[in-house]
């Protein structure tokens, strides 16, 4: 069922323009209103965490003075364009979430294909020209991070692979952030490369948290993925080799803390403590039990461990009370997301 994902949704879009060129409404009924909501939603804006902390950890591993404007461009870009990624995921899984996760807007049916699938490319577009206020490289990321998205549902069919492919569009998201530090947009290119070439360690390590919180995303979605056609670990493995392999990854991921000395200060050692714990908490229900119920308890403790380990490497940007406030407003929408749908 893979291959002709990307077939089924161009069909889909283009008997959508089909259809509204001869008169059909654009929404399908919906008020602007209300399809706006919908597609928030569907945008999941609970896990812009990851993009925007993922921006803010790669732009902290750069020294010198911060101009507060540029990071914080990157850090809603990188956010926001994690939500555009959900966006154009849905648009192509709506089998597999039918399954897993069959209240989201787009597998029930309440969002019309063609306008997400025109919101979503408008969007991206706007996201990839606000690049360019920070850096002509930081364009070019954005168009490596489209690639990614796109290629990510045909990649999630390859053992490993697909988790490779999401943990990259989380470095992307890291050297966008790494960008943001440069004086202007009238550094070089080769000043851009190598300050992304400084920053490969840390981006490896942004790289290798979001692949680990995949695999978390991934030992809950079984059902949903065998029957869409994906081959996940989890699916080849099975939930309890997969949580082992979460678990014998952490201190791996420590240690790439530890080598890269990427948070001196207390508050971000702390952050990456607590996400630690959690992490390990989070592989036990899954390692106990091995079923597709108690990975999805398990996935609720490593969404907040793996969003904290990101706001950890921000921690020399951010400071003790912006760590905080960045924590509780993360963890807290999350919990409420979580208290509303068992599949966020």
Do not use: C
Request: hydrophobic share 55%; glycine share 14%.
């Amino acid at each position: 069922m893979k291959g002709p994902r990307y077939q089924t949704l161009f069909t889909e879009a283009r008997q959508w323009v089909r259809d509204v060129g001869r008169g059909a409404p654009v929404l399908a009924g919906l008020g602007a209103g209300r399809f706006g909501m919908l597609l928030l939603e569907a945008m999941r804006p609970h896990y812009f965490a990851f993009g925007g902390a993922a921006a803010l950890a790669g732009a902290a591993a750069v020294p010198g003075p911060v101009e507060v404007g540029r990071v914080a461009l990157a850090a809603f870009v990188a956010g926001t364009g994690w939500g555009v990624g959900q966006l154009f995921n849905d648009l192509l899984d709506r089998d597999t979430d039918a399954i897993n996760a069959p209240g989201r807007p787009l597998a029930d049916g309440r969002l019309p294909v063609g306008p997400v699938l025109a919101a979503a490319l408008f969007l991206g577009l706007l996201l990839l020209a606000a690049l360019q206020a920070l850096h002509p490289a930081a364009w070019i990321l954005g168009a490596t991070a489209v690639v990614l998205l796109v290629g990510y549902n045909q990649a999630k069919g390859v053992p490993v692979l697909g988790n490779l492919v999401f943990g990259s569009i989380n470095a992307v998201a890291g050297g966008i952030g790494v960008l943001a530090r440069l004086p202007g947009p009238e550094a070089s290119l080769s000043q851009a490369f190598e300050s992304l070439g400084e920053a490969l360690p840390l981006l490896g390590l942004l790289l290798g948290i979001n692949a680990w919180f995949l695999l978390a995303n991934y030992e809950k979605d079984r059902l949903g993925d065998r029957a869409a056609g994906y081959w996940t670990l989890p699916l080849l493995l099975g939930v309890r080799a997969s949580a082992f392999l979460r678990a014998i990854a952490l201190p791996a991921l420590a240690l790439g803390v530890v080598r890269l000395g990427a948070a001196p200060a207390l508050s971000g050692q702390m952050a990456l403590t607590v996400a630690a714990v959690l992490g390990g908490l989070s592989v036990l229900p899954s390692l106990w039990r091995g079923t597709d119920e108690a990975a999805l308890r398990g996935y609720r403790l490593a969404v907040p461990a793996s969003s904290l380990a990101l706001l950890g490497l921000a921690a020399p940007l951010l400071g003790g009370v912006g760590l905080a406030i960045a924590a509780l407003a993360s963890t807290t929408l999350m919990e409420a997301t979580f208290r509303r749908t068992p599949h966020p």
